[in-house]
């Protein structure tokens, strides 16, 4: 059994930078995904960026390419999300996903049911 844990969310002003964080307890593979999702009230949740943690691959929604980075350390544990540029419209509860223990290609990576685990979320507040 894995857990999810984020942190780094807060308030910032339009333009400013936040990195969230998202450590995993538990036994970790080699083969799996992990990602960001948001969602804000009376929104469904949008795949933010993906991470396949075998080959290093990631994906962007159209609407954080550029400003967003999504990464993993070196143990490839902790998982990261590097806001940059943000807006109002970045407002949201973020969430970490994962897909431990299940490997494999996704066509999909940034749609909430390809993932079975979930943190609890990190709220980010970008003010104008």
């Known amino acids: 059994q894995v857990d999810l844990v984020e942190s780094g969310g807060g308030s910032v002003q339009t333009g400013g930078s936040l990195r969230l964080s998202c450590v995993p307890s538990g036994n970790m593979y080699k083969d799996y995904w992990m990602a960001w999702f948001r969602q804000s009230p009376g929104k469904e949740r949008e795949g933010v960026a993906a991470?396949?943690?075998?080959?290093?691959?990631?994906y962007y929604a159209d609407s954080v390419k550029g400003r967003f980075t999504i990464s993993q350390d070196n143990d490839k544990r902790t998982l990261y999300l590097q806001m940059n540029s943000l807006t109002p419209e970045d407002t949201a509860m973020y969430y970490c996903a994962a897909t431990l223990p299940y490997g494999g290609s996704r066509d999909r990576p940034l749609v909430d049911y390809e993932y079975n685990i979930w943190g609890q979320g990190t709220q980010v507040t970008v003010s104008s």
């Open positions: 991470l396949y943690v075998y080959d290093g691959n990631t």
